[in-house]
């Protein structure tokens, strides 16, 4: 049983390059960003909202039920890619399990809350349960009347990865046959904003050139830091044993942490990636990696790490880098699904999506295996290893 296969037989996800794979793809396979410049509170600053219509999707559940009403729009994105991803997968008994994470939460409603908590010095009635963790799961949960456990964390930006290392420790534990797992984030908000600004990480891009691009994920000659942080949601369906029409299978699985200098540092060549690589690779050649989905935020020290991590890693036989969050920024813990997504898309498209300003020496022509890598405040690094059907 432990040694059975496990397999991601749907994905879906709600973010600013839409709500369905095909839409997905076809915004990947455009060469322009999704960064724009709003206005939050004080601050203007660059981020990577919802479309327009993922909004009204949104805005549409919200109002379906009187009980949605009082939700963070984290939880509500993670119920509408988790209905999505089960409705693909076909699971229709709710003999499932959920984890689902978040990095932040409740940002919105924690801000509205404590912002009515100084002005009155009282706090809503609501302003407790909307606001806790749990939240998304247990209301993901509920929504799909799921008879499984449900569980949340928070492991910063590697939540969504976390997700699925936990889902995959149930199924092979004989404790569950099906797992949904991923991450929501909703972090546009003034103060989550200003705390980015704080870490002097975020991108202080000037709009006055049509092809720049705010974020310069893995560019490695860049001067300054330049995070971006968008909002989505990302899910998974895991099965274990061999299923028709799956996505993709897990081939390999890796984690580790590092002994921190301070609160958000990483090591110069990025130990914590070394080991959670090598972790996923196991008895496999280095050599048959065709591409990795890098973590790579767009600061210079966190992009130059997790590069020097994969040269130690593969040596002379590196392969073909790429990253999302120049295209739709950083969604904290739901990124690393969204990389996943990507991965996957390639696999099934046969197609390597790059980073537009980066020089590729060679294009990989075949893509059978791709390692996705995630990585969050703490040091703590996840690798997943995937396989072409």
Known sequence: MQNEPIFITALSSISPLGTSLKETWENYKRPD????????????????????????????????????????PSVLYAIYASREAIGQAGWKDGNFGVNIGSSRGATGLFEKYHSEFIQNGEASTLSSPTTTLGNISSWVAHDLRTQGPEISHSITCSTALHSLLNGVAWLKSGMANKFLVGGSEAPLTPFTIAQMKALKVYSRFVANDSKGYPCRALDLDKKQNSMVLGEAASM????????????????????????LEHNISISSDAVCFQRSMKMALGGIDPKEIDVV??????????????????????????????????????????????????????????????????NYDAMPKQINKVMVNAVGFGGNAVSILLGKI
């Open 33 to 72: 960003h999704f960064l724009r410049q709003k206005n939050y509170g004080d601050l203007t600053a660059w981020c990577s909202a919802l479309t327009e219509d993922a909004q009204q999707r949104t805005t549409v559940l919200k109002n379906s039920d009187s009980k949605y009403k009082n939700l963070d």
């Open 236 to 259: 998974a369906c895991l099965e274990k044993g061999k299923i028709q029409n799956a996505l993709a299978r897990i081939e390999g699985l890796g984690y580790a942490t590092e002994i």
């Open 293 to 358: 989905v890098l973590h790579a935020p767009g600061t210079i020290k966190g992009d130059l790490s997790e590069v020097r991590a994969i040269e130690k890693v593969f040596g002379s036989h590196e392969p073909a880098m790429t990253t999302n969050k120049w295209k739709l920024g950083h969604s904290f813990g739901a990124s690393g699904m969204l990389s996943l997504e990507l991965a996957v898309l390639m696999l099934q498209h046969q197609e390597f999506i790059g980073v537009p300003y980066v």
